[in-house]
């Protein structure tokens, strides 16, 4: 049974730092691509970015784009998205997910096979 179990959310002040994990579990994931996304209340559900299992390559959402960074921890099993110069406008459900297709950056939910349960990231002004 595949598991993903994200971890770190919280509250922060503008300008902080949160560092998100994801815990894969149950399956071999190195064919896959690991995203995460965001939901706001009353908002669809956005793509913030995306790494590949195997060779580190990445993909950013323009919102995110130097101040959002994914890495891997293969050993761990674990993805991780570090935050930074966190806004109040990043407050959201941040979700990890996992996608089999080919598509090297797959930004749309549709395309993403397994999801976590979410990790709620509140910034205060």
């Known amino acids: 049974q595949v598991q993903l179990v994200e971890s770190g959310g919280g509250l922060v002040q503008a300008g902080g730092s949160l560092r998100l994990s994801c815990a894969a579990s149950?399956?071999?994931?190195?064919?896959?691509?690991m995203g995460w996304f965001r939901q706001a209340p009353g908002r669809e559900r956005d793509f913030v970015g995306v790494?590949?299992?195997?060779?580190?390559?990445?993909y950013y959402a323009d919102s995110v784009k130097g101040r959002f960074a994914i890495s891997r921890d293969t050993a761990k099993n674990t993805v991780y998205l570090q935050m930074n110069s966190l806004k109040p406008e990043d407050t959201a459900v941040y979700y990890c997910?996992?996608?089999?297709?080919?598509?090297?950056?797959?930004?749309?939910?549709?395309?993403?096979?397994?999801w976590g349960q979410g990790t709620q990231v509140t910034v205060s002004s």
């Open positions: 149950g399956r071999t994931f190195t064919s896959y691509a």
């Open positions: 997910a996992a996608a089999s297709g080919r598509r090297l950056y797959p930004t749309g939910p549709d395309e993403y096979n397994y």
């Open positions: 790494i590949r299992w195997t060779g580190r390559s990445t």
